[in-house]
């Protein structure tokens, strides 16, 4: 989000999130779904790697590795979004709107990506973490009743999206899912290589 609203800044253009829907944001993402990631199962293989170092960071190069270029793709989209909403003279509430939208798609997309760190999403069985999907569950229909209810829609700031809105959404989401799976892939050949 703060990367969002910096660059937005820098390119001189309108806040992508309010406070209240960046409250939102992290309510139905990290509330609703990202809890459910630790109820899921292993990759069956943990008790074949190496223990890590009682001194390793909790977060090391790959994970931070996993996390960058899927960032970076959902900023350069929501900052594309916004210039090109704005641009078209959109009011800023649906430009925000859209922005929120994407972004809770984009976090659901992603973290089905990293119900694994080493294997695709799609060779990982649907069900394999069935809270996780229920999560995911919770969050798309918690968005959908704040896009859809007035009331709840009058105090996000959100509404139904347009047509073209909702595609371009979708390509953010298999945009997502491309370059989290690229990037998974890149990050074990670099660990085969170490």
């Known amino acids: 989000g703060q990367i969002r609203s910096d660059g937005a800044v820098v390119f001189g253009l309108p806040m992508p999130l309010t406070a209240v829907q960046l409250l939102w944001l992290n309510l139905v993402t990290n509330g609703a779904q990202d809890v459910m990631l630790?109820?899921?199962?292993?990759?069956?293989?943990?008790?074949?790697?190496?223990?890590?170092?009682?001194?390793?960071?909790?977060?090391?190069?790959?994970?931070?590795?996993?996390?960058?270029?899927?960032?970076l793709l959902m900023t350069g989209l929501a900052l594309y979004l916004v210039a090109g909403m704005h641009r078209d003279g959109r009011p800023l509430a649906e430009i925000q709107n859209a922005v929120l939208l994407m972004t809770v798609l984009f976090q659901n997309a992603y973290v089905l990506c990293m119900r694994s760190e080493r294997r695709s999403i799609f060779c990982e069985p649907v069900l394999s973490n069935a809270w996780l999907l229920l999560g995911v569950g919770i969050a798309l229909g918690l968005q959908a009743t704040a896009i859809l209810w007035p009331p709840l829609g009058?105090?996000?700031?959100?509404?139904?999206?347009?047509?073209?809105?909702?595609?371009?959404?979708?390509?953010?989401?298999?945009?997502?899912?491309?370059?989290?799976e690229a990037t998974k892939q890149a990050v074990a050949v670099w660990q085969r290589r170490r």
């Not at 009058?154 to 371009?168: C, D, R, Y």
């Open 154 to 180: 009058n105090v996000l700031g959100t509404a139904p999206v347009s047509a073209a809105t909702m595609q371009f959404c979708v390509l953010a989401v298999v945009g997502t899912i491309a370059v989290t």
């Open 38 to 71: 630790g109820f899921g199962r292993g990759e069956g293989d943990e008790l074949r790697q190496p223990p890590r170092p009682p001194s390793a960071p909790i977060l090391d190069r790959s994970a931070i590795a996993l996390m960058i270029p899927p960032a």
